[in-house]
């Protein structure tokens, strides 16, 4: 192996290997063209804010359109074009989706990177807290991985969590949840955590974005 960018190659003896060269939208054979939906050039088919194609009343949702293909994402947009047929506001949050990578270690986020941040030119802060500290993860000794939380520098408003170690995927619900609500860092640092739970991680990386960590 070696990196894309050039660099050091390197060796990895396996028994399998799955090659995952990405995916397309699903929309041949679908006879878009019959009633004039023109697909993009990656096949996926445009839509407006509403989920509207270009032929009134057709709306599409999902992997078809752009975005991540992910199933909760999907029924979120499922869900919010169906009320606004129904003419009630429906809305999908995209700077609030979570992607998880079901491996082991697990490995989810939500938001931005710190590469997108650094790229805008935003000023940030960050916190991370390790696994190994955590007591749950101690004591059932899956302590591999961290918690990183990214943080707007002027109003701390929480840009975007990474979370990679045991339950990650579910963990990552917590992080959600405060964006989707504008949540600060110190929100969720100053919000009372189970003892002992993988969840605490999350709070004690709040507490790091200030460089208040209690268990390191």
């Known amino acids: 192996m070696e990196p894309a960018k050039g660099g050091e190659k390197q060796t990895l003896n396996a028994d399998i290997v799955l090659v995952a060269i990405g995916r397309k939208a699903y929309t041949d054979g679908l006879g878009l063209e019959n009633v004039g939906i023109k697909p993009d050039e990656r096949g996926r088919i ?3 804010k509403h989920f509207e194609t270009s032929v009134k009343s057709i709306y599409a949702i999902g992997d078809v359109i752009a975005g991540p293909m992910l199933a909760h994402k999907a029924e979120d947009e499922g869900m919010a074009a169906a009320e606004i047929m129904a003419g009630q ?3 999908v949050n995209y700077d609030a989706i979570p992607g998880v990578v079901y491996t082991h270690p697990e490995v989810a986020s939500v938001g931005k990177t710190e590469e ?6 935003m000023e940030y802060k960050v916190g991370k807290f390790p696994f190994m500290a955590n007591s749950r993860a101690r004591a059932t000794g899956d302590m591999e ?5 990214i943080a707007d520098a002027k109003t701390d408003r929480v840009l975007g969590v ?7 995927g579910t963990m990552i619900a917590e992080a959600v949840l405060a964006m989707e609500y504008g949540a600060s860092s110190e929100d969720i640092a100053r919000t009372c955590h189970a003892h002992p739970t993988l969840n605490e991680a999350v ?4 507490l790091a974005v200030e460089g208040r960590a209690v268990h390191i």
């Open 46 to 48: 445009p839509v407006g």
């Open 89 to 91: 506001a429906g809305h």
């Open 116 to 121: 997108d941040i650094k790229a805008s030119g």
């Open 145 to 149: 991985g961290f918690v990183k939380i």
């Open 162 to 168: 990474h979370i990679i170690g045991p339950d990650a």
């Open 203 to 206: 709070k004690e990386a709040a």
